[in-house]
């Protein structure tokens, strides 16, 4: 009865967050260990012969590679029902391959993505018959009919828009040709016809192509992993990440500390003060490292400052390969400025919650403020410390757009950023070993999470133990 | 025994000078003055801290582009000029890359927050079972890198055939800051107590009306507060706009893309311009702001 | 007829059950009190009749129509909540609208009938205010105006006075039960405050352990308390209980505490009788002892502990054996901390409570507890 429907309502409510948190959330990771570990279309073994089921394999070819086309073959098969007639095309290609030996064998055209290659004027029915109609359109006037293996010259390229047909679906664009050839009883005849049941011959395929589909062998495989690891930037990205978590990270509490406590200390201007500490939160790390590169850069305003004052006659060159250092405090620098005031918000209001009282007792009871820092306040801020230390240390280990705006992710890189260059198309174009990164990140937050959660643990333990 | 107080105007009292006080007291005096001062002399440098590299990437935002490429840089945009924000806001894909970051955080308020409503009444007013696991579940999926699922979502989207597109980036932020906005209507609709809601319903309201005529604008402010922060957090987001698009870009994507080869008074310009959409939008939602991510801790 | 009647209710929350198979009977147009400690059930048992919990078994009837399971808006029910529940977002004058705004009434009859409580409850001045302008009093009364605006026949109300400082609430006591007669609805008022219940309801239904222990009129609730609990909860101070040897002497029992001895009124002989060699619990009210400063054949000689002279009465502590009661005399009676004074028992002062049930001893028991 009535119980029945109010117990639903809430499972209803959460439904489409669920669903999408699955979709979006669930769903993902599951896909990025996939594309880390097992091994997907990114190989494509070349074959010693065209359409031959058992061939010999004669190599592999990486995805992306270039290969020269060498040779075409054409196979026809009939499909199933035999209405329509398939032409095959094999090329044979030579590439190299990842070892740096070049290799020759035959592939599926679809296999090789072919540019260039120009679309011909000539073609054939393979259909059993086809209509000719005066529009491209299914409801146009009928022209004359082509029988199958009718050779036809294609005048004519058209396509039609999305649009709803009689019968109230949507019919998606079609491409239409418009040919002219001899019908069976020899008159000529022109008009236009779907581009399906037409056959079309490719007037040349350029001699350049790139591999773009492989068989995967989908079997678990630790390659990507490896070619991660073996990577020299690799060691280098993680010392960097980690380097920075832990400049950045002290410095951050240390001032979200402060900055909570002067917002909760009733001095004029709280308010006024309120907004200003809230500003970084807007701001994305892309900005703020472009305000920081204003600062570091060679004709930036540190060595404004320092050659106005007298300090130096020439400007430093603080972001070089060189100066690493400073390319790291430009970097912790920007972060500080614009993170702090994530932990802040937590800070202030793990503040609030302590009632008032306590603190009036200690100020009764002769505590400095220095002491009641230790011994109240710090203490009742634990929890909050915590889940803020967490958050913080998770989401430094993405850190991205501030380091490719001052140095450009080159003389300083970190893990965050070799994921994505091994994304980039223009760069690797290797999104598993990407993956790999990925899930090499979030290994490490969990693995920081959960060493976080533990240690205050144990340290509960032991102070229960007395 | 009973004593009459005495009701008479009582003398204007002296004016106490600190040096007439006891030793003692005026050390007093003198260290609490001391330490006001000291608090605000603290929280003036942070606050000089935190605006001084705004007002320097903005002074180079407002001056002419030779300026910009000057050293040594000036401290003020004197003279002030338009030029380089000109340039910047004309160059191949701006406009285009703005306006798509602003429809992707539209259309991320709108799904985030249309998703997020019934979810965050959801836990604030029923006690169901899995309410709890619910909520871990969702604190948990808060700190995922979002490195992690840019990746795969990016070969997802290409492979159903929406990649590239502005709408796919906005699925994709939606569900980073679903979770964020979920915690957050949450504690804001158990924020509305409860009795208004029982007091509606006895005054003739069935739960649809009682949510809509009480609850919701009480709710308002505080689901706002987050729906603007929803769209701020979408305009910031920078890897997985810059993995998911290469025609469409969003603007940090295209400004990110196009560091290498851009010159200073594009990049300057641009990290001010993509500053100043934060700062007004925090200007509404600062006090929204303790509330929320106070709450997203418990 | 608005009257309300409760059958059999039981409300449980997991393994607590918060409300036990009760029943009431509310006459039409009659003040119920529900009183009792927190934790009895008393206001989950409002709330049942609200529609704000369904019963999990149980009838609830209004009038003649089976409420049980419909929700609040179709019960046609007032209530006024404890915390007062009104909506900050809305001024005085909408805020009590608002029942009647939702019974879809012409605009002119809102406006009459809120004017019309709102001069009841003496804010007429205060209809364009937000609540957040207003001190809890005001709102209080937005609340109670609000209620009383939608005419409908039965008013709910849960410890409406409950967050009032002491003044207030005494003023507000009197002036609410001065309204509410005149508004002829059928009432429910739930308060842990005994004073309050005795000076406003008609009928007192006592509750404890989501059980009704006593159901009857203040005064009877009073001089005839049900049990032990009721007797202790009722009454400032409350009932003095002591310990009593029951001993047959010639036929007749008569009851020891200490070496006195208490002779009952001969109606309580069979009962006593049937207790003899037992103990026995013996309640008496503070204002129910004689007082002497001077002995008397069947006075109890007992010392004086603490003597707190409340202005209308003094009240004394005093040691008897073990026990530590409260006599209540005249102000002007002439006593002081560690004197002795005699205290006379009158025997159809005294009310008899078994030791093993808790149960007050009455020839008539069953006139007791639910009272139809």
């Excluded at chain 3, 036990?20 to 400690?37: A, K, M, R």
Aim: aromatic share 10%; net charge neutral; glycine share 6%.
């Amino acid at each position: 009865m009535k119980f029945r429907n109010m117990n639903w309502a809430p499972y209803l409510l959460l439904l489409p967050s669920f669903v999408y948190l699955i979709l979006f959330f669930g769903w993902p990771m599951v896909q990025a260990l996939g594309l880390a570990f097992r091994r997907d279309s990114q190989i494509l073994p070349l074959r010693a012969e065209p359409a031959v089921e058992e061939a010999a394999v004669t190599g592999e070819l990486e995805r992306g590679t270039t290969v020269e086309v060498l040779d075409v073959e054409v196979f026809e098969t009939q499909r199933a029902g035999g209405l329509l007639t398939d032409r095959v095309f094999w090329l044979e290609v030579s590439g190299t391959d990842p070892e740096g030996e070049t290799i020759t064998g035959w592939v599926l055209r679809g296999q090789v993505f072919v540019a260039d290659a120009s679309r011909s004027n000539e073609g054939a029915v393979r259909a059993n018959s086809v209509t000719l109609r005066a529009e491209p359109a299914q409801s146009a006037e009928a022209v004359a009919e082509l029988p199958r293996g009718t050779e036809v010259d294609i005048l004519e390229w058209g396509k039609t828009e999305n649009r709803i047909a009689a019968d109230g679906l949507l019919q998606k664009p079609q491409n239409w040709l418009l040919v002219s050839g001899e019908t069976a009883e020899g008159e000529a005849v022109e008009g236009w016809v779907e581009r399906a049941p037409i056959f079309v011959e490719d007037a040349t395929i350029s001699a350049t192509g790139r591999v773009q589909a492989g068989e995967g062998s989908k079997e678990w495989t630790l390659d990507y992993v490896k070619r991660m690891v073996r990577d020299a930037k690799f060691s280098q990205s993680l010392r960097t990440t980690v380097i920075l978590i832990l400049l950045i990270l002290p410095v951050q509490f240390v001032l979200a500390i402060i900055m909570a406590l002067v917002l909760q200390s009733q001095i004029k201007f709280s308010s006024l003060f309120l907004y200003i500490y809230a500003i970084p939160l807007g701001i994305s790390d892309l900005a703020a490292g472009l305000v920081w590169y204003t600062i570091f850069t060679q004709s930036g305003y540190l060595n404004s400052l320092l050659q106005s004052l007298g300090l130096i006659d020439r400007p430093f060159i603080f972001i070089s390969s060189a100066n690493k250092e400073w390319i790291i405090l430009a970097i912790v620098l920007a972060e500080i400025w614009r993170a702090t005031s994530i932990v802040m918000v937590i800070v202030v209001s793990g503040l609030q919650a302590i009632p008032r009282d306590y603190l009036e007792a200690g100020e009764l009871f002769g505590a400095s403020l220095w002491q009641r820092l230790r011994h109240i306040i710090l203490p009742l801020l634990k929890p909050s410390l915590q889940v803020a230390l967490i958050l913080r240390t998770i989401l430094a280990f993405q850190v991205f757009a501030v380091v490719v705006a001052i140095s450009g992710g080159d003389v300083i890189t970190v893990l965050a950023n070799e994921a994505y260059r091994w994304y980039d198309i223009g760069a690797y174009n290797n999104k598993n070993v990407a993956a790999a990164y990925s899930g090499f990140i979030m290994l490490l937050s969990l693995g920081v999470a959960v060493f976080y959660l533990r240690a205050v643990r144990t340290q509960e333990e032991r102070e229960a133990a007395g | 025994m009973t004593t009459t107080p005495t009701t008479q105007t009582a003398a204007p009292l002296p004016r106490v000078r600190v040096r007439d006080l006891p030793v003692e007291q005026q050390r007093a005096i003198r260290a609490r003055q001391l330490r006001r001062a000291g608090t605000y002399a603290v929280a003036i440098a942070v606050a000089l801290w935190i605006l001084l590299p705004i007002w320097l990437i903005g002074t180079l935002a407002f001056s002419a582009p030779a300026d910009v490429r000057a050293y040594p840089k000036q401290a003020a945009p004197i003279p002030f000029s338009t030029e380089t924000m000109e340039f910047f806001l004309n160059a191949e894909g701006v406009l285009p890359a703005t306006r798509n970051s602003i429809v992707v955080a539209g259309l991320t308020l709108l799904l985030s927050t249309a998703i997020s409503a019934p979810a965050g009444y959801a836990i604030a007013r029923y006690f169901f079972r899995g309410r709890d696991a619910y909520r871990l579940s969702i604190l948990a999926v808060r700190a995922f890198p979002i490195v992690i699922l840019a990746v795969p979502l990016a070969v997802t989207f290409r492979t159903v055939g929406i990649y590239d597109e502005v709408y796919s980036v906005a699925l994709m932020h939606t569900a980073l800051t679903l979770p964020t906005t979920i915690l957050v209507v949450s504690s804001v609709f158990a924020s509305v107590p409860r009795e208004l809601e029982e007091a509606a319903k006895v005054f003739g309201c069935n739960a649809v009306e009682a949510f809509w005529r009480v609850v919701l604008p009480l709710a308002l402010p505080g689901v706002a507060a987050s729906a603007i922060f929803t769209f701020v957090m979408s305009w910031n987001e920078v890897f997985a706009a810059v993995v998911l698009t290469l025609e469409n870009r969003t603007l940090p994507a295209l400004i990110l893309y196009n560091l290498d080869k851009s010159g200073d008074p594009f990049k300057f310009a641009g990290g001010f311009f993509m500053l100043v959409p934060s700062l007004i939008f925090i200007f509404f939602v600062r006090r929204y702001l303790f509330n929320m991510w106070g709450q997203i801790t418990k | 007829m608005a009257e309300i009647r409760i059958e059999n209710a039981v409300k449980t929350f997991g393994k607590v059950v918060a409300v036990n198979q009760v029943s009431l009977t509310v006459h039409d147009q009659e003040f119920v009190v529900l009183l009792g400690p927190s934790g009895c059930g008393k206001t989950t048992l409002l709330r049942t009749v609200a529609g704000l919990g369904m019963v999990d078994s149980g009838r609830i009837m209004i009038g003649d129509r089976d409420v049980t399971y419909l929700p609040p808006k179709d019960r046609n029910i007032s209530m006024v909540f404890q915390g007062y529940a009104i909506f900050p977002h809305m001024n005085v004058f909408d805020n009590i609208a608002f029942g009647l705004k939702m019974k879809r009434a012409p605009k002119e009859e809102i406006a009459r009938r809120v004017r019309e409580a709102a001069e009841l409850l003496h804010i007429e001045e205060f209809l364009e205010r937000f609540p957040s302008q207003l001190s809890g009093g005001q709102r209080q009364r937005v609340a109670v105006a609000r209620a009383i605006a939608v005419h409908s026949g039965v008013l709910l109300m849960d410890e409406p006075l409950s967050n009032l400082d002491a003044l207030l609430r005494l003023r507000m006591r009197a002036e609410l039960k001065r309204l509410l007669n005149e508004i002829k609805a059928t009432t429910i008022y739930v308060t842990h405050d005994q004073i309050e219940a005795l000076s406003m309801g008609d009928r007192i239904a006592v509750m404890r352990n989501g059980e009704i222990l006593q159901f009857d009129t203040p005064t009877r609730v009073y001089d005839v308390p049900a049990d032990r609990f009721v007797a202790g909860f009722i009454g400032t101070p409350p009932m003095n209980f002591l310990e009593g040897q029951i001993r047959r002497e010639n036929g007749t029992p008569c009851v020891m505490i200490g070496d006195f001895a208490l002779a009952p009124i001969p109606e309580m002989h069979e009962e006593l009788l049937k207790r003899d060699g037992r103990s026995i619990i013996v309640g008496i009210r503070a204002e129910n002892m004689e007082t002497l400063s001077e002995p008397a054949p069947d006075a109890l000689r007992v010392q004086v502990l603490v003597v707190e002279p409340l202005g209308s009465q003094n009240l004394l502590t005093i040691q008897i054996g073990e026990d530590v009661i409260k006599a209540s005399t005249h102000p002007d009676f002439p006593v002081a901390p560690n004197q002795d004074v005699w205290i006379r028992f009158p025997g159809d002062k005294i009310r008899w409570i078994d030791r093993e049930t808790g149960r007050t001893i009455v020839p008539d028991l069953e006139k007791l507890v639910s009272a139809p």
